[in-house]
T-cell receptor, first 114, second 114 residues
Framework: AQKITQTQPGMFVQEKEAVTLDCTYD???????LFWYKQPSSGEMIFLIY??????QNATEGRYSLNFQKARKSANLVISASQLGDSAMYFC???????????FGAGTRLFVKA | AAGVIQSPRHLIKEKRETATLKCYPI?????VYWYQQGPGQDPQFLIS???????DKGSIPDRFSAQQFSDYHSELNMSSLELGDSALYFC?????????????FGPGTRLLVL
């Protein structure tokens, strides 16, 4: 069965520093997609970044990058130059090729300190 | 750019009542997903529709039903509401179902059952 594990319930980072949020996954599928979403206190779910299982290069989107290590089944999110507005809950998620179900990890709450 | 629209944004119901949540996907998106997020929980997949047909089913109670209409909007019908149904209900949409097709989430409907 598919599973997403986020082992950090909460993380603190100083403003302007980089932070890595961990995500490991378990699947028997060969083709899948990995996503990160941000959920601020207002509740909306904001898509940040996507990595396909066959992508050889790590995905990047502005200050977000995904450190994809397929053999270790990890897909860590790196946020560079943290900003106060980055304080939120961050969810790692996985979907299968041709499938419709996406499963989420338990989330990591990030606190950015001024 | 147009985003996923959900209505209502907030809903208060009493036990045993019914509720209908509506979702309007991003234009041209053919796949709709419903998620339930309890307080402090990660989103749980309920059900999805592709081209107006149910495509996958998750942990959706039998008291709930959903459908996707010819204009691709979707409705989640909830009957015999229970206190435990209080949650944030997200609708997401995507174009197709490959892992490259990101699910974009609506703002959510916050349901409170008293």
């Amino acid at each position: 069965a598919q599973k997403i594990t986020q082992t950090q319930p909460g993380m603190f980072v100083q403003e302007k520093e980089a932070v890595t949020l961990d995500c490991t996954y378990d699947t028997s599928d060969q083709s899948y997609g990995l996503f990160w979403y941000k959920q601020p206190s207002s509740g909306e779910m904001i898509f940040l970044i996507y990595q396909g299982s066959y992508d050889e290069q790590n995905a990047t989107e502005g200050r977000y990058s995904l450190n994809f290590q397929k053999a270790r089944k990890s897909a860590n999110l790196v946020i560079s130059a943290s900003q106060l507005g980055d304080s939120a809950m961050y969810f790692c998620a996985m979907g299968e090729t041709g499938g419709f179900k996406t499963i989420f990890g338990a989330g990591t709450r990030l606190f950015v300190k001024a | 750019a147009a985003g996923v629209i959900q209505s209502p944004r907030h809903l208060i119901k009493e036990k045993r009542e019914t509720a209908t949540l509506k979702c309007y996907p991003i234009p041209r998106h053919d796949t709709v997903y419903w998620y339930q997020q309890g307080p402090g929980q990660d989103p749980q997949f309920l059900i999805s529709f592709y081209e107006k047909m149910q495509s996958d089913k998750g942990s959706i109670p039998d008291r709930f039903s959903a459908q996707q209409f010819s204009d691709y909007h979707s409705e989640l019908n909830m009957s015999s509401l229970e206190l435990g149904d209080s949650a944030l209900y997200f609708c997401a949409s995507s174009l197709g179902t490959t892992p490259g097709e990101t699910q974009y989430f609506g703002p959510g409907t916050r349901l409170l059952v008293l």
